[in-house]
Structures are given as C-alpha cells and as structure tokens.
C-alpha cells in the first residue's frame, strides 16, 4: 500500500494480531500506516462509513459473479472516489470472502490469472493498489461520481425490503437472504444515493402502512 501511494488499512477481527510485532516488521514510511491502522470487531462495523465496497475474489459462479477485472474497476473507482469514501475488501489468505461477505459489496473484481487463480493475500493486495496508482496519474479523469449511500443506510434499506417484500409474499420465508442477494445486485448495477435511499424506505414504508391497514380490516370483517 505504501509502494502505491494508499494510506488508509483497516483490519476485520484479525487472529493473532500483535501490534509492537506488526511494528516491528514494517519498514521505512510504511511505519505510519500502521500507527493509523483501524482494527474493528466485525465486518458491518468496519464498512459503516463507507459509500462504495468492493470484493475480491478468485472463485466464480452463480452466487459469486465476477462484475470486473483490476483495471476497469481502478478508472470506474477514481471517479467515484471524489466524493465518496470507497473501501476494497480482502478476505483471508486460506478461505477468500464467503457469499455473506460479498453480499456487502457493490460490485466484484477478478484477477485474471492464466490456471491456478488463487493468489497470495499480498499479492493480490499489490496488484489491486498498482493499478488503482496507475489510474490516479492518468491526464484525463472521469467526471466524479455523485455522493453515494453509506453502507449503514444501504443494510437499513436492504432490511426494510426484505422485511416488506416477505411480509407481501415477495420473497420466501423459508431463505429471504438468499432472493435478496438478487434484490441486492440488481440496485447495485448503478450505486445508489442517499437521497434514492429514502425514496426506496418511503416506498417501504407506505407498503408496510397499506397491508397493515388490510390487515385491520380483515380482522374487523372476522370480527363480525
């Protein structure tokens, strides 16, 4: 990160984390990125003040899908960085990011490799700040990208939906997370703002008003 020009380094409820050895080891100016490392007990806490999350992952598939490549996601970032705080998200070197954790994201990123995707947790992490270092020196950036939704505003409206659309017959009872992550891909296609973020729970909160009040009349009916 240093190498590359980032400074901000944030650790999820890290296993044997010793800070005067993690001090020991780091050489040079990279000393004060880890005087300010955050440490955080989850990962919900740690992403909170975030507007745009990115995942990484080497494995593919339904659940899982690779949205864009290092390069690509290093231009689309520079623009949305302007206005928003934007935070890449690392999983551990012998397991990656389960599906939970990637539900957090706003999109995915793939490193290309040519057989054997799995990479080391540092490599990975070089190749990714490489190439965000590479796209902030370019001449012509893109126009900046409004402010986004934080992460605490989108998981308040992802349950608000979730409660509505199972409370509807939207969604199955049975595994509402799992017709969610569908619900959650679709409004991350274009990030949503603070402001779309209200309209969205408005929408929530007139449902959930409207069944309750078929709810009461139901009941009244019954009654007589």
Not at 3 to 15: D, H, I, W
Not at 87 to 108: K, M
Not at 131 to 154: D, W, Y
Request: net charge positive.
């Amino acid at each position: 990160m240093d190498n590359m020009g980032l400074n901000r380094l944030a650790l999820v409820s890290p296993k044997n984390y010793e800070p005067q050895r993690v001090s020991r080891m780091a050489t040079g100016s990279s000393i004060k990125l880890i005087e300010k490392m955050e440490v955080y007990e989850n990962l919900k806490q740690a992403l909170g003040p975030y507007r745009y999350v990115v995942g990484t992952t080497a494995r593919t598939g339904s659940l899982r899908p690779a949205m864009t490549k290092p390069r690509r996601l290093a231009k689309d970032l520079i623009a949305i960085s302007q206005n928003n705080l934007v935070a890449i998200l690392f999983g551990p070197e012998d397991r990656g990011l389960s599906n939970e954790q990637l539900r957090n994201c706003h999109t995915v990123a793939t490193i290309p490799t040519a057989r054997f995707s799995s990479l080391n947790l540092a490599q990975a992490v070089m190749i990714i700040c490489y190439e965000l270092s590479l796209a902030s020196g370019e001449i012509v950036p893109e126009p900046a990208a409004p402010r986004l939704a934080n992460k605490f505003e989108l998981e308040g409206m992802y349950e608000h939906l979730r409660d509505v659309l199972t409370k509807i017959g939207f969604i199955d009872r049975q595994n509402p997370e799992h017709w969610m992550l569908n619900i959650r891909r679709f409004l991350s296609r274009l990030p949503l703002r603070a402001r779309e973020v209200r309209v969205i729970r408005g929408l929530c909160r007139q449902i959930d008003w409207y069944t309750g009040q078929l709810e009461k009349i139901r009941k009244e009916n019954e009654g007589n």
